[in-house]
């Protein structure tokens, strides 16, 4: 996500979570990652988060992981802590723990390569340092900013690493790039309704974005919409081309399943599949397809000269 993604959530132009309108009014810590570009995630509805194994997972493992964070460092935690920066009321964290032995002190608990995914592995340092991804970087510093702490600690569970735990320090040049950045993007674009510039939505975004029907907007020399036919004709033009080469590949093989040439091997086989006749069930069982039917909106994009 960028900013341009946040924009479009925190002036709700975007279908939202429950969860994201009730923190549509703050900059959560979990977005202070995408206020200095360094987030490295795209846009998921909630729908498709919930069946995300590796998400529930987390969601699983994050009271273990702080039980055992807090066991190690001594301390004793509440869990599930949500903050308002009470000097500006825009900086919220939603804290995983915070110590009940030390007020300046925060947990995070984090997975990460569980499930595969040998580079999340690679991006979390040694153990005891504060060699965490940089966008944990910045969602603990907001943290520290919100609550007033000195420390967060960030007990994980990495695949193939075992548990590690890590300690982030305040550092105060980054809190005021944080405070500075956010209160520019709310105060600059969010409350005045404007972009932030030389960036653009994700797709999935702008997919979703609402439209005001009837609503005509008048650009000339329009460079986008240039490319994008351009590369849309290209991407069609290509496509014919491939399916006429797979086309001739398919009559030299003949009859043969397995082709090896001098570049590699090609196995051609066929594989059922199964799919549900929609027309037939809307005709013998009209009941059962209305109930499993469902709506969704699909944007369709048009060119007329």
């Given at each position: 996500m960028n900013t341009y993604?946040?924009?479009l959530i925190k002036t709700k132009k975007v279908p939202l979570t429950a969860h994201q309108l009730a923190r549509a009014n703050h900059l959560s810590a979990s977005e202070a990652g995408i206020l200095l570009?360094?987030?490295?995630?795209?846009?998921?509805p909630a729908s498709e988060m919930d069946v995300d194994e590796a998400v529930q997972l987390g969601r699983l493992l994050e009271r273990p992981i702080l039980r055992w964070g807090a066991r190690a460092t001594g301390?004793?935690?509440?869990?599930?802590?949500?903050?308002?920066?009470?000097?500006?009321?825009?900086l919220s964290a939603q804290h995983d723990a915070l110590s009940l032995t030390d007020c300046g002190v925060g947990f995070e608990a984090k997975t990460a390569?569980?499930?595969?995914?040998?580079?999340a592995r690679e991006l979390w340092g040694a153990d005891g340092t504060d060699q965490v991804p940089e966008w944990i970087?910045?969602?603990?510093?907001q943290q520290m900013i919100v609550s007033g702490l000195e420390t967060v600690w960030i007990p994980a569970l990495i695949g193939g690493r075992g548990n590690l735990l890590y300690r982030v320090n305040r550092n105060e040049e980054l809190c005021k790039m944080l405070v500075e950045r956010a209160h520019d993007f709310w105060e600059n674009h969010v409350l005045k309704d404007i972009p932030p510039p030389n960036e653009t939505p994700s797709l999935d975004l702008a997919r979703v974005m609402r439209r005001t029907a009837g609503k005509t907007v008048v650009i000339n020399g329009w460079a986008a919409a240039t490319y994008w036919r351009e590369c849309d004709a290209k991407a069609?033009?290509?496509?014919k081309e491939?399916?006429?080469a797979k086309a001739?590949?398919?009559a030299e093989a003949g009859d043969a399943e397995i082709v090896s040439t001098d570049e590699g091997t090609l196995k051609i086989s066929k594989s059922p599949q199964e799919r549900i006749d929609t027309a037939k069930l809307r005709k013998e069982f009209p009941d059962v397809a209305k109930k499993v039917t469902k709506t969704t909106d699909v944007v369709r994009v048009t060119w007329k000269e």
């Amino acid at each position: 996500m960028n900013t341009y993604d946040l924009w479009l959530i925190k002036t709700k132009k975007v279908p939202l979570t429950a969860h994201q309108l009730a923190r549509a009014n703050h900059l959560s810590a979990s977005e202070a990652g995408i206020l200095l570009g360094v987030h490295p995630f795209s846009y998921r509805p909630a729908s498709e988060m919930d069946v995300d194994e590796a998400v529930q997972l987390g969601r699983l493992l994050e009271r273990p992981i702080l039980r055992w964070g807090a066991r190690a460092t001594g301390h004793r935690i509440v869990c599930n802590q949500f903050r308002v920066c009470q000097s500006d009321k825009l900086l919220s964290a939603q804290h995983d723990a915070l110590s009940l032995t030390d007020c300046g002190v925060g947990f995070e608990a984090k997975t990460a390569g569980i499930r595969g995914g040998f580079l999340a592995r690679e991006l979390w340092g040694a153990d005891g340092t504060d060699q965490v991804p940089e966008w944990i970087i910045a969602q603990v510093q907001q943290q520290m900013i919100v609550s007033g702490l000195e420390t967060v600690w960030i007990p994980a569970l990495i695949g193939g690493r075992g548990n590690l735990l890590y300690r982030v320090n305040r550092n105060e040049e980054l809190c005021k790039m944080l405070v500075e950045r956010a209160h520019d993007f709310w105060e600059n674009h969010v409350l005045k309704d404007i972009p932030p510039p030389n960036e653009t939505p994700s797709l999935d975004l702008a997919r979703v974005m609402r439209r005001t029907a009837g609503k005509t907007v008048v650009i000339n020399g329009w460079a986008a919409a240039t490319y994008w036919r351009e590369c849309d004709a290209k991407a069609k033009e290509c496509q014919k081309e491939a399916d006429l080469a797979k086309a001739a590949m398919l009559a030299e093989a003949g009859d043969a399943e397995i082709v090896s040439t001098d570049e590699g091997t090609l196995k051609i086989s066929k594989s059922p599949q199964e799919r549900i006749d929609t027309a037939k069930l809307r005709k013998e069982f009209p009941d059962v397809a209305k109930k499993v039917t469902k709506t969704t909106d699909v944007v369709r994009v048009t060119w007329k000269e």
